[in-house]
């Protein structure tokens, strides 16, 4: 089954800061790959996507994530941080399983960027 | 905005009682996918329609059931409700048979059960 993980439950990082959000996924055949974020009280948002291509994809609010084949990882980055991207982020992996593309999401990691 | 409505924002019952909540996809998108969010549990696909029909189920209970209209809403009813069915329960929608297409979420409503 398609999955992703997300090893930290929670990342500190100092306002001006660079922040990483880690996530690997386990799928067969190729990832496709998905970020959210998650503001209280609120849906999901769509920060970036990876298909194919480059390895560097460039999302909205500046965020940014590295494909590894490799590593099988997928992390979440940003030169520098905002108290504002304080959030629960969720990385997801497309389920192709059973033919009808759910994704599948990892179990969050919460960011906290401290002023 | 993400285009997705979900109603209501906020409902709050007593165990035994039937619900039923409401989304609107965003508009030209033709599946609708259900989840549920709570802190154990984490983010639980339910169920996806898709034109009307019903295409995948995840893990939803027996109790629980869920059709999209002629209009492409959607409502999920929950029924026979317990303690644990407390959650935020979101709908999403997005333009299937692409796989790159993202989900586009909606604010989600918020199930209290006491």
């Known amino acids: 089954a398609q999955s992703v993980a997300q090893p930290e439950d929670q990342v500190n990082v100092a306002e001006g800061n660079p922040l990483t959000v880690k996530c690997t996924y386990s799928?067969?055949?190729?990832?496709?790959l998905f970020w959210y974020v998650q503001y209280p009280n609120r849906g999901l948002q769509f920060l970036l996507k990876?298909?194919?291509?480059?390895?560097l994809v460039k999302g909205s609010y500046g965020f940014e994530a590295e494909f590894n084949k490799s590593q099988t990882s997928f992390h979440l980055k940003k030169p520098s941080a905002l108290v504002s991207d304080s959030a629960l982020y969720f990385c997801?992996?497309?389920?192709?399983?059973?033919?009808?593309?759910?994704?599948?999401f990892g179990t969050g990691t919460r960011l906290l960027v401290s002023p | 905005d993400s285009g997705v409505t979900q109603t209501p924002k906020h409902l709050i019952t007593a165990t035994g009682q039937r619900v039923t909540l409401r989304c609107s996809p965003r508009?030209?998108?033709?599946?609708v996918y259900w989840y549920q969010q709570s802190l154990d549990q984490g983010l639980q696909f339910l169920i996806q329609?898709?034109?009307?029909?019903?295409?995948a189920k995840g893990n939803i209970l027996e109790r629980f059931s869920a059709q999209q209209f002629p209009d492409l809403h959607s409502e999920l009813n929950l029924s026979s409700l317990e303690l644990g069915d407390s959650a935020l329960y979101f709908c999403?929608?997005?333009?299937?048979?692409?796989?790159?297409?993202?989900?586009?979420f909606g604010n989600g409503t918020r199930l209290t059960v006491t």
């Open positions: 990876y298909i194919t291509g480059d390895n």
């Open positions: 999403a929608s997005s333009v299937e048979f692409q796989a790159n297409s993202p989900l586009h």
């Open positions: 799928v067969s055949g190729n990832p496709y």
């Open positions: 329609y898709y034109n009307g029909e019903e295409r």
């Open positions: 508009s030209g998108d033709l599946s």
């Open positions: 997801a992996v497309r389920d192709f399983n059973t033919g009808f593309q759910k994704l599948v």
